[in-house]
């Protein structure tokens, strides 16, 4: 299950890559935005992390206009590692290297084809574990000092 988040600026992309996603067999569940009224990013970045925390679904996908609020708002959430990317190289390193579980997009950025290119770039690549693992400990003991 992939989960799936927008605000009003990346609801284009959200849905072409809904489609994107059904097409190549992932169940996906929408999170919203549903029209282009302006409403917050942060809310659909908290429902979007919230799933994966819960493990309602495995990964998510969060889109704004840039994927900066996007990314700043998911990353509060202990536990979330998510990865604002905007090229092939970027979205296949942060699953080998990062682990990211939630990928951001920025819906004024990007068209479909080349979001389409970096979303299956990161489902398609694996978590190398590792040295890359050591690291990610060193951002949960972060995420332990400062979140008490
Ligand atoms: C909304 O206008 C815009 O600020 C938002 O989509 C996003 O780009 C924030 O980082």
């Not at 990346?10 to 935005?33: H, I």
């Not at 905007?86 to 979205?91: I, N, P, S």
């Not at 080349?114 to 890359?132: I, N, P, Q, T, Y």
Request: proline content about 1%; some cysteine.
């Amino acid at each position: 299950m992939i989960v799936i988040g927008s605000d009003h600026g990346g609801l284009n992309l959200k849905t072409a890559l809904n489609s994107y996603l059904t097409r190549r067999g992932y169940e996906v569940t929408d999170a919203g935005t549903n029209s282009d009224a302006s409403v917050d990013y942060p809310d659909f970045g908290q429902k979007v992390a919230e799933a994966v925390i819960a493990g309602q679904a495995e990964l998510g996908i969060l889109i704004c206009g840039t994927g900066i609020g996007m990314s700043i708002a998911a990353n509060k959430i202990p536990g979330i590692r998510a990865a604002l990317v905007t090229d092939v190289f970027m979205a296949r390193m942060a699953r080998e290297h990062n682990n990211a579980n939630i990928l951001v997009l920025g819906g004024r950025v990007l068209d479909e084809q080349k979001a389409c290119d970096l979303v299956g770039a990161w489902l398609d690549a694996s978590f190398e574990g590792g040295r890359h693992q050591n690291r990610l400990d060193k951002i949960t003991s972060l995420e332990q000092k400062y979140n008490n």
